[in-house]
């Protein structure tokens, strides 16, 4: 079966794939590619990147009916996810191969994630906050630093629209596992004001998140527990800018989501959490002479985690007692200088400075450290031809000086295809957990010999949008030294090399109400150390993934189907926790029934596929959902 959904899916992609998003176009019919930002942190189309780049936007959103940022992040090019259980278990997202913490997240241009162990809750950022997402894989660190090894993943809550209007908006979702969400808002603002104000919370029953049979193999939960595992989430999040008459611009953007998931565990470990984000920014920006704008961004993320027990444990009854918190802060601020040297001619310098603090129950060694990076890039264009060049000098307070740097070359043919050629370099820095934590029981968790991870890697790809079809292919290769990877302890050891290999495509077109969209990821993600583990898969990576979007509109109707496979992974080192490949689909409708009033259902893994993403965590069967909407 997976092998026939491949082969489909292969066939669709023969013209190729990866560039822009479906309905990007070369502006030959009057419209224009995706603006995006967070490839070169200015404002260009996507044509302009001469990288692999995603957007998803406000109105796809809303077309997939995504219950969670993991399904929508699913099955693009270059991505991977892990996750532990259903709706609200911990995500992990893996960018071309890379680990999971060298995927820099940002939320309206702050860093988020846990300095502890150095992943981003994807799970807890409310879907319904969300107006547009950029992806930009490949390494971006010679603009923003450590982390961004696999890409950036750029997440730009929604704002009010300028129109006038004070604009509510409400939808309420009820489905399986007695899965309910409801999101209320208003938005607003005119030429100069913008403004957007939400509130909301989701409830499900859950189901067990971690198989039977874990406490007897010692692995994965290490204990069983047939209970389903309930989670329920709280969020708000806010926005509001000011734009003068001569240009200059300020705006402050807050997001918080605040979670309460359950989990198989014991009196040591916990079996309940609170979780909580929270993001707030402020941004000025203004051009003191015509050439020169300036942009000054300050922020502060927040990561909170508290765990506790209640229930029974070995025929024990235990009352409600804490077993551990993790408490993360990172502050950061930035100077960026945009400065037009000529016609097509961009330079931008500027200096970040973020520092991280963690807070615990735990006794670590080291509990804050900072980072500043100066950072220069120029952009060109002479006729056909595109040069984007970068460089960054980043000095953190535990691992001394990195330099980074970055060179691409893109040339626009007659017809409508770019050909691009990239080179970079880029850095990771070990996180609290992997340096610091204390041992457990007398066994070590952590290792202080730890080095940073350095890593290079070279593309090459070819893409093209038309007025109703686009198409693109994309290959890559990088090398990582000083990977860090969980021997069989879980001890974190730096692996000499690893090497990855791959090859993403997008093929996508629009004709008259019929829409399609595909996607595939072609990977070698393997341990390159020449040790007893040579040539095996790196942990809990896909080799090959395949993602089908279908859609049709029938006047006020909308039809739509999502066909996604993955092909096995492997949950560790010597790649003997195997987990077979997989093939979901997807059904999903709405309807138009009065003036800004819509009602959508969806059908999630119609077949009801049973399958895993982390060694011996469930993942949910057959789901379904029905919302009621009103508004933007």
């Not at 097509?344 to 509990?367: K, N």
Request: a negative charge.
């Amino acid at each position: 079966m997976l092998k026939k959904h491949a082969l489909a899916a292969a066939l669709l992609l023969s013209l190729a794939a990866q560039a822009a998003y479906a309905q990007s176009n070369d502006g030959q019919d009057g419209s224009l590619t995706p603006v995006i930002v967070t490839a070169t942190r200015t404002a260009i189309t996507a044509n302009e990147a001469l990288s692999s780049v995603t957007v998803i936007t406000r109105e796809d959103i809303e077309r997939l009916q995504p219950v969670s940022v993991v399904d929508l992040l699913t099955g693009l090019p270059g991505v991977s996810i892990a996750q532990t259980g259903g709706i609200g278990g911990q995500s992990s997202l893996y960018l071309r191969g890379t680990n999971a913490t060298h995927v820099l997240v940002l939320i309206d241009g702050v860093r988020i994630g846990s300095v502890s162990i150095g992943l981003p809750a994807l799970e807890q950022i409310p879907v319904q906050a969300i107006d547009r997402i950029e992806i930009v894989r490949g390494p971006r660190a010679s603009l923003y630093g450590s982390d961004a090894i696999g890409g950036v993943i750029q997440i730009f809550t929604r704002h009010g629209q300028p129109n006038g209007d004070i604009s509510p908006s409400v939808s309420v979702t009820g489905g399986s596992h007695g899965y309910v969400n409801g999101q209320a808002g208003v938005s607003g603002g005119d030429a100069r004001l913008w403004y957007n104000a939400s509130l909301g919370g989701t409830y499900t029953g859950g189901i067990p998140n971690c198989r039977m049979g874990a406490a007897e193999r010692g692995i994965a939960c290490y204990v069983d527990d047939p209970r389903n595992d309930a989670y329920r989430n709280w969020n708000g999040f806010a926005n509001i800018g000011y734009r003068w008459d001569n240009g200059t611009e300020l705006a402050f953007d807050w997001l918080r989501s605040k979670s309460n998931a359950e989990f198989a565990g014991s009196p040591y470990s916990g079996n309940d959490s609170l979780e909580e984000q929270y993001v707030a920014g402020a941004r000025l920006s203004f051009t003191p002479l015509p050439m020169w704008k300036v942009t000054l961004d300050a922020g502060q993320s927040r990561d909170d985690l508290a765990s506790y027990y209640q229930g029974t444990y070995f025929s024990q009854y235990y009352p409600r007692m804490a077993t551990g918190y993790f408490n993360s802060r990172r502050n950061q601020a930035s100077w960026q200088n945009d400065i037009t040297l000529a016609t097509d001619q961009l330079l931008t310098v500027g200096v970040d400075y973020q520092q991280e603090h963690v807070a615990s129950d735990t006794a670590f060694q080291q509990t804050t450290r900072g980072d500043t990076g100066t950072f220069a890039q120029y952009q060109g264009s002479f006729g056909h031809n595109e040069v984007q060049l970068a460089a960054r000098h980043d000095h953190n307070d535990q691992f001394g000086n990195h330099n980074t740097g970055s060179a691409a070359w893109g040339y626009h043919f007659e017809n409508g295809p770019v050909l691009s050629v990239s080179y970079g370099s880029a850095f990771h820095a070990p996180t609290f957990d992997d340096l610091y934590f204390p041992p457990l029981g007398g066994f070590p968790t952590a290792n202080p010999d730890l080095r940073p991870e350095t890593s290079r890697s070279a593309e090459i790809g070819l893409t093209q949008q038309l007025q109703h079809w686009n198409w693109g292919v994309n290959a890559y290769q990088t090398t990582i030294d000083n990977l860090i990877v969980l021997d069989q302890n879980y001890v974190p050891q730096n692996l000499s090399r690893a090497r990855i290999r791959g090859v993403e495509g997008q093929f996508g077109f629009n004709l008259d109400d019929w829409r399609v969209q595909s996607y595939l990821t072609l990977m070698q993600p393997k341990n390159n150390d020449g040790g007893a583990n040579n040539g095996n898969l790196l942990q809990r990576r896909a080799q090959r993934t395949a993602r089908v979007d279908v859609d049709r509109r029938l006047g006020r109707f909308n039809l739509g189907a999502t066909f996604f496979a993955s092909s096995k992974r492997y949950d560790d080192i010597a790649n003997t926790e195997r987990m077979g490949g997989y093939a979901t689909t997807d059904l999903r409708a709405s309807y138009s029934f009065a003036p800004d009033w819509q009602v959508e259902a969806k059908l999630a893994n119609v077949f009801d596929h049973s399958y895993e993403t982390v060694y011996y965590y469930n993942e949910l069967g057959r789901t379904w959902y029905l919302t009621v909407r009103y508004g933007l």
